[in-house]
């Protein structure tokens, strides 16, 4: 076993792969997928909790049904998918309390400051239909489906069209569809996981190259330095495994690193509403226009991150003072 197992790690990771599998019957775990929390907390910026960073100019949110709560986090977008998160809320309640709903309902008349003047509202919001579907459908029912998008996650990549649909859910008691019904949208979450983890992974610009003029790289993903380590856990609560089906075939496969990965999945739902948008097949056009909508002019070089001097302690039990409605 030993000269096996050094046999193949002098062979390369796909020798490894083979190794570990057959011989150890472990499974393999992909090396760097899931971003080190601790690197990311190491990386928070500073900015008001509620408040568009400069560059970010249009906003989605993805919404995690669990049994007591509705957990959304709001992202801004700008160019070539650089990403900021916004705010993060934790509506008390559940699927079963009306109240909850109604701060739901809320959300999407809401209005967050940019940082350089203008407001702006939520483009589009995905809820996940995985628990009490029921509930979800009757509420963008309620709602409308103009703001509203009901997705279902499935395993597996495609990047080609990771989000596919809408399907309308809804029929007659004939079984005809209705196309002013419930819709649902069906996205293949491995790809939006992929991708978050390999944006997560690039490597930041120096100060001396920001005050250069250098641009952040397409796909940044900036974090506040109000999100604590629970928040960065669920983030990168998932690792992209290679396991043996019952043929014998490798293949791909998201577990996960421990239970709550609520943070991940909003991230998801919330790149599956910019999808949907149509960000990804914006032009320039779309952005500068946005901009103005905005007031805002066309953002200078970025400047240096800012990094907070006293930053929220980073405990493994939660958000500190647990954050429990609205941000403001």
């Not at 809408?166 to 029929?171: F, G, N, S």
Request: aromatic share 10%.
């Amino acid at each position: 076993m030993v000269r096996s197992f050094l046999s193949a790690r002098a062979g390369g990771n796909e020798a490894m792969k083979t190794c570990v599998n057959t011989s150890l019957g472990e499974t393999w775990i992909e090396a760097g997928e899931a971003p080190d929390w601790q690197r990311l907390a190491d990386r928070r910026e500073t900015w008001v909790p509620g408040t568009v960073p400069e560059r970010g100019l249009f906003l989605t949110a993805g919404a995690d049904v669990q049994k007591d709560r509705i957990e959304v986090d709001v992202w801004a977008w700008g160019r070539g998918l650089e990403s900021w998160l916004v705010d993060h809320l934790v509506l008390e309640g559940g699927p079963g309390d009306p109240g909850c709903w109604e701060a739901l309902t809320d959300l999407l008349g809401r209005v967050w400051q940019h940082e350089r003047g203008g407001q702006i509202a939520l483009t589009r919001l995905a809820i996940d239909t995985g628990y009490e579907t029921s509930a979800v459908y009757a509420w963008a029912r309620q709602v409308g489906f103009a703001q509203v998008a009901p997705v279902k996650g499935v395993e597996g990549f495609n990047r080609a069209s990771p989000v596919s649909g809408p399907t309308w859910v809804d029929a007659t008691e004939a079984g005809r569809r209705l196309r002013r019904g419930a819709r649902l949208w069906t996205v293949a979450v491995s790809t939006f996981k992929a991708e978050t983890y390999r944006f997560l992974r690039l490597e930041r610009l120096t100060a001396e190259e920001l005050e250069a003029g250098a641009s952040f790289p397409p796909g940044t993903v900036h974090l506040p330095d109000w999100v604590d380590a629970e928040w960065l856990k669920q983030l990168t609560a998932e690792q992209l495994v290679t396991v043996k089906t019952k043929r014998g075939f490798a293949r791909l496969e998201w577990q996960k690193l421990r239970e709550r990965n609520e943070a991940l999945d909003t991230r998801v739902y919330a790149r599956a509403a910019a999808w949907i948008a149509g960000l990804d097949r914006w032009p320039e056009e779309r952005w500068t226009e946005a901009e103005c909508d905005l007031s805002v002019a066309p953002a200078p070089p970025a400047p240096a991150p800012r990094r907070s001097e006293k930053q929220p302690p980073l405990s493994a039990d939660g958000w500190l003072g647990r954050r429990r409605g609205w941000l403001r």
